[in-house]
């Protein structure tokens, strides 16, 4: 005679297994490291002050 399984446990099981291997998918995909992130946000905030600079009166 087989093993007795719960279905719901079963489905919930891989249902996580599922929801695991697409988060470890993100991280892969659009994980960065703190400081490129830090580098990135510094650059765009120089170049917006560097461009807010060359304005001209409204």
């Known amino acids: 005679m087989g093993e007795i ?6 489905r919930k099981a891989q249902a996580k ?16 490291p703190k400081a490129e992130t830090q580098s990135r946000r510094r650059e765009e905030e120089r170049q917006r002050r ?9």
């Open 17 to 32: 297994a599922e929801r695991e291997r697409q988060a470890e998918e993100n991280r892969v995909r659009f994980g960065r």
């Open 5 to 10: 399984v719960n279905l719901n446990r079963y």
């Open 50 to 58: 560097d461009l807010d600079g060359k304005k001209r009166e409204d």
